[in-house]
């Protein structure tokens, strides 16, 4: 497969400059499609995270109930909870964390209807393997807006 090779060339070519992140963040990625969520966990591990991955809304709402994370990436359309179903736990939950929403249709209705997700970050699916750690880190950075989760 065309990304896994290019994957393995930046993974050694990160390997040999020294790019990984040196704290480790946890990050939830929530995908129902597998080999997306693969190549999400792949290229996040590759950079150092540490990386969680459940293949619905409701594995991700068990997952944050359970453990804090550092960033959740989700997609929307899933089976069981919807991604945007998933954040509106969190949210009645009190718990604040990050969130880049990763997927084909980003539900713009949806969100602007919903003021407490104004700050959740958009990353339209396919993308590559640099645009999903430019948003993780981005999302990461100490300046940004951190949450508290579990």
Known sequence: MKDNE??????????????RV??????????????????SVDVLT??????????????????LR???YDLVITDNKMPRM???EMLAKLHSAGMTVPVIMATRHVPVHELARKP???DIAT???????????DAAKKALRP????????
Do not use: M
């Open 6 to 19: 290019l994957l393995r060339g930046e993974q050694a070519a990160c390997a040999s400059v020294q790019c």
């Open 22 to 39: 040196s704290s480790h963040h946890r990050i939830l990625v929530v995908d129902h499609d597998s080999d997306v969520r693969q190549l």
């Open 46 to 63: 590759g950079f150092g995270y540490d990386v969680v991955a459940v293949p619905d809304g409701a594995a991700g709402w068990e997952a």
């Open 66 to 68: 359970a453990t804090r």
């Open 82 to 84: 919807t991604g945007i």
């Open 116 to 118: 407490w997700l104004k």
């Open 123 to 133: 990353l339209l699916r396919p993308c590559s393997n640099d645009d999903l750690l």
């Open 143 to 150: 300046d940004h807006k951190k949450g508290h989760g579990h």
